[in-house]
């Protein structure tokens, strides 16, 4: 199972939070990392992944140039900058195959 280290919270627009999720038990040395989020109602969606060796991440067009990915040994970061009111969502990691474990979600709320 993922453990999220750094839990979200509330935040106004303009601000920025961390969030870190530790691969406990896992050995994801050759497994891609993602975050994904969800709103009530609406379907999880994949915001940013990156590559087992780090080299390539992929971004949404939503949160590009404002998130951050990356990783180091078991753990993935997401450093979110310049929040926004509708990037307000409960935000999951995601360890790739061939495992494809999940988090346990955090709630991130961008509100003034």
């Known amino acids: 199972q993922l453990e999220v280290v750094e839990s979200g919270g509330v935040v106004q627009p303009g601000g920025s939070l961390r969030l870190s999720c530790l691969a406990s038990?896992?050995?994801?040395?050759?497994?891609?990392f993602g975050w994904f989020r969800q709103t009530p109602g609406k379907e999880r969606e994949g915001i940013v992944c990156?590559?087992?060796?780090?080299?390539t991440t992929i971004y949404a067009d939503s949160v590009k140039g404002r998130f951050t990915i990356s990783r180091a040994n078991n753990m993935v970061y997401l450093q979110m900058n310049n929040l926004k009111p509708e990037d307000t969502a409960v935000y999951y990691c995601?360890?790739?195959?061939?495992?494809?474990?999940w988090g346990q979600g955090t709630q991130v709320t961008v509100s003034s």
């Open positions: 990156i590559s087992s060796n780090g080299a």
């Open positions: 038990g896992f050995a994801p040395d050759y497994s891609p």
């Open positions: 995601h360890l790739g195959a061939p495992f494809r474990s």
